[in-house]
Each structure stands twice: as C-alpha cells, then as structure tokens.
C-alpha cells in the first residue's frame, strides 16, 4: 500500500533505488551482527534488535523492489516489445529465485557450523547491493506517457485492417 500511495509522487526509480540501499544496510548489519546478536540462542536480548530490522527488511524488500520491478518492466520497455521483454524480465526473476535456492541450499549442507545464516545475510547484502548498481541504467517513467518512454516515432505505427486497400475485384 505504501508504494500505491507514493509511486507517482516520489517515483519508480527513487523507490527502487531507496529500497535497495536501504536492504543493503539492514542485511549488512543483520550478517556481520548475526553472531553478536544471537550469542545466547533465540531468548537472547539480541533476538528482539533481529526480528525488528528481519521486519524492517521485509517491508523495505516489498516497498521497493517487488513492487516496483512489476512496474518498470510494464513501462520502461519499447512498445513493440513490452509483452516479450517483460516475460523475459519475470523468467528471469523466477531464475534468480531459483538460483538462490540451489545455492542457500548448496552452503546450508557444506556449512554445518552456525554461521549459514550470516553468510546468507552478507550474500544477500551483495545481490542488494548489485541492485543499487542496476538502478541506475533504468528509466525513470514518473510522469510520462508509455509512447514518450519508448522512443519509438508514433506516426504510422499501427498498421492494421484500416489502412490497408481493398481490391473492387473482390
């Protein structure tokens, strides 16, 4: 909701671009203090700063990236394009999931010490930090119309059943 309420004021790359840092930060605290927070087992005073900045970072992962990597795609792409590259934009999401998966999983069996979460943690710092990196070659389309987004020349670009001549033969 919080996207909903703020996406055409403050915009799709501001959001984006603030998401990301803000992930980085949290799971860059959350990795490195993993092991001074948990020290004492889950009824440690240290649990309670983890489940608040584990909350933290699953509303700024909504607020900004789920939300908005929805949107962008929809409008960033040329309209001649949209629909396939915006297929491939989520295909390659659910790969990215995918990935994450094989490889939690790979560190989770070759790790058996207690530092497979703070690992996780740093990983995921990193992949949020590539996404910061990545904001910045997308177009901001606060504001503007999908046909001024795609660059494309307007004039004649739909040729369809109306402008094609019918033969008095027929």
């Known amino acids: ?9 403050w ?31 889950s009824h440690s005073a240290g649990a309670k700063p983890f489940v608040f900045l584990y909350c933290l970072a699953n509303f700024f992962q ?19 394009y949209r629909s396939t590259a915006h297929g491939i934009s989520a295909a390659s999401g659910k790969l990215g999931a995918i990935n994450a998966q094989v490889v939690i999983t790979q560190l989770r069996t070759a790790d058996s010490s207690n530092t497979f979460v703070d690992h996780v943690l740093k990983i995921f710092a990193l992949f949020m930090l590539s996404g910061v990196a990545s904001t910045f070659l997308i177009p901001e389309t606060k504001n503007r119309t999908l046909e001024d987004v795609s660059n494309e020349e307007q004039e004649g670009f739909v040729r369809g059943v109306g402008s094609q001549q019918i033969s008095p033969d027929i």
Do not use: C
């Open 1 to 9: 909701y919080a996207t909903m309420l703020l996406i055409d004021s």
């Open 11 to 41: 915009g799709r790359k501001p959001i984006l671009h603030m998401g990301f840092v803000l992930l980085t930060i949290i799971y860059v605290i959350m990795g490195f203090g993993f092991q001074a927070m948990n020290k004492n087992g």
């Open 62 to 80: 909504n607020f900004g990236p789920n939300s908005t990597t929805f949107i962008v795609p929809g409008e960033a792409f040329p309209t001649r």
